[in-house]
């Protein structure tokens, strides 16, 4: 009796040890373990090896890899269209007239904006989350700073989800313009088995919309992507933050597997060039966004993901 007892001792004392966040700084990257399982890097091209910063691959909490692992990595036999959407990104392709979109420097566009790691401010684990706090500034071609932007990210352990936070703030070096584009801004792309285009997955919004026919451009306060991977059920949902500008803001949510929301694009989304979202940043102010990404089982009814977000608008700080 007493040694069963002390193995449930030290059972119990396993499943509290895998319950954390666990960061790791290597070189040009930090990876990111949750209750004792792989579920992230973030690629901070500081060795400059890479155009943007990212995070790559999202994991469930099953561990099924939920995002396109191409072009990271190679001959996945996944569609290799669009090489700039690498795992979760930021950008917008007209930022002061510079593309920080599709960045890419063996792409097709010019005038390409370069992402340049400032520092790692922070790269700490916990038992309930972890944090990465890290900033880069947006530069011209020629190496002008257009603006600084600070990203937090906070990962979160226990439960069936996976659930990550992303806090940008924007410090402009000077008056910064954001042209009105569809080409922004937070961004996924997906593992084909959640789209919608070649596969049994589906996207949906907070209102009940399906399809990218009636997502495409609207404005929501989330949208889900779901379907199955590798024989489970599995969905991955954007929430855009209640305090965010222009929130409710539009999707460019595509169902070749782009999962992006954008605060900056008005007039390609309703076809009415006399409407525009184009943003300044004053050089005298800054611009903070946040959203929340939602790793779940089964589908956005099943995952309960309405109700994930009345937490996420209940909790905000």
Do not use: C
Not at 47 to 69: E, Q
Not at 96 to 109: I, L, M, Q, T
Not at 127 to 141: N, Q, T
């Amino acid at each position: 009796m007493r040694l069963s007892r002390l193995n449930l001792l030290f059972a119990g004392a396993a499943l509290l040890a895998t319950a954390q966040v666990q960061i790791t700084q290597e070189p040009g990257k930090i990876r990111v373990d949750i209750d004792g399982k792989p579920f992230t890097e973030f690629f901070t091209g500081a060795n400059g090896d890479v155009p943007k910063p990212f995070l790559h691959p999202l994991r469930s909490a099953s561990g099924k890899i939920v995002t396109r692992r191409w072009p990271q990595e190679q001959n996945t036999g996944e569609e290799t269209d669009h090489p700039h959407h690498r795992g979760v990104f930021v950008g917008h392709d007209h930022v002061n007239g510079v593309n920080f979109w599709a960045n890419e420097p063996k792409g097709r566009a010019e005038n390409l904006g370069i992402f340049s790691l400032k520092e790692v401010a922070q790269a700490k684990g916990g038992k309930r989350s972890g944090v990465i706090v890290a900033s880069f500034d947006w530069k011209d071609p020629k190496g002008k700073i257009i603006l600084t932007e600070k990203r937090t990210m906070t990962f979160y352990a226990g439960g069936p989800e996976r659930i990550v936070d992303f806090d940008f703030l924007f410090l402009p070096n000077g008056k910064v313009t954001i042209g009105d584009s569809k080409e922004g801004f937070f961004a996924v792309r997906v593992h084909k088995g959640i789209q919608e285009q070649k596969s049994i997955g589906h996207m949906v919004s907070s209102t009940g919309a399906v399809t990218e026919k009636n997502i495409w451009g609207k404005p929501f306060d989330w949208v889900d992507f779901n379907g199955e991977i590798e024989g489970e059920k599995l969905g991955l949902a954007i929430f855009d933050h209640p305090d965010n500008l222009r929130h409710p803001q539009r999707w460019h949510a595509r169902a070749y597997g782009l999962f992006a929301v954008n605060p900056f694009g008005l007039s390609v989304f309703t076809n009415d060039k006399s409407q525009s979202a184009e943003y300044v940043i004053e050089a005298d102010k800054t611009l903070r966004l946040r959203y929340r990404i939602v790793i779940h089982p089964g589908d956005a009814e099943s995952g309960k993901v309405a109700d994930l977000y009345q937490k996420y608008v209940n909790t905000r700080k």
